[in-house]
């Protein structure tokens, strides 16, 4: 079965500080990795995924996240962060052998301070 | 584009009530979840149908709960008495083969 832990259930970082949020995953296969965004009484955005191939990937709004198989973690960063990047990140695992029905971490909600 | 419209927006009903969630996929697809989302236990995956038919429903948290997926363009999820320990954001998402989930905006019910 896989799973997903997201530490933190809140960060809070300063306008212009790094953000980083983290992920591991726990999956028997070789996973596909999501990091979704949820802004208030939106339905969640991918924001960015890892398939195969480049181990660090780019995705909207300056976020990049890098899969790092030895440590299970797929940890999402943005170097400056933006008023606008306040909302709540889930970071999802998925089989892409099997069902490929998405496993959800419990969310971290971020805050960015002026 | 794969999209996805949930009606409606905002239920409010009575406890005992039926109470009817519907999700239109636009396209792009071949499986369809239906997730509740609350403070308390965060998403939680409902359902899932794998072009049409029902995989998963071991997230249908009780009998009160059922949902149907009658043509590719059109789910419902159905909850037969409402009770206020349903309150929640029910999600309809989309996703073809090896791809990402398409996420409706959701319907925020709220049951008294």
């Known amino acids: 079965a896989q799973s997903v832990t997201q530490l933190g259930s809140h960060v809070s970082v300063s306008e212009g500080a790094l953000v980083l949020l983290r992920c591991n995953y726990s999956?028997?296969?070789?996973?596909?990795l999501f990091w979704y965004v949820q802004y208030p009484n939106q339905g969640l955005q991918l924001l960015l995924k890892?398939?195969?191939?480049?181990?660090l990937v780019k995705g909207i709004n300056g976020f990049e996240a890098e899969f790092k198989k030895s440590e299970t973690s797929f940890h999402l960063t943005k170097p400056s962060a933006h008023m606008s990047d306040a909302a709540e990140y889930f970071c999802?695992?998925?089989?892409?052998?099997?069902?490929?029905?998405?496993?959800f971490g419990q969310g971290t909600r971020l805050t960015i301070n002026p | 584009d794969a999209g996805v419209i949930q009606s409606p927006r905002h239920e409010v009903t009575e406890m005992g009530q039926e109470v009817t969630l519907r999700c239109k996929p636009i396209?792009?697809?071949?499986?369809l979840f239906w997730y509740r989302q609350t403070m308390m236990r965060g998403l939680e995956l409902l359902i899932y149908?794998?072009?049409?038919?029902?995989?998963?429903d071991s997230g249908m948290p009780e009998d009160r709960f059922s949902a149907k997926m009658p043509n590719a363009s059109f789910s419902t999820l159905k909850i037969q008495p409402s009770e206020p320990r349903d309150s929640a954001v029910y999600f309809c998402?989309?996703?073809?083969?090896?791809?990402?989930?398409?996420f409706g905006q959701g319907t925020r019910l709220t049951v008294v």
């Open positions: 396209s792009g697809h071949n499986s």
């Open positions: 890892y398939t195969t191939g480049a181990t």
């Open positions: 998402a989309i996703q073809g083969t090896y791809t990402e989930a398409f």
């Open positions: 999956s028997s296969v070789p996973p596909y």
């Open positions: 149908f794998n072009n049409n038919v029902p995989i998963d």
């Open positions: 999802a695992v998925s089989d892409p052998l099997g069902a490929q029905k998405l496993v």
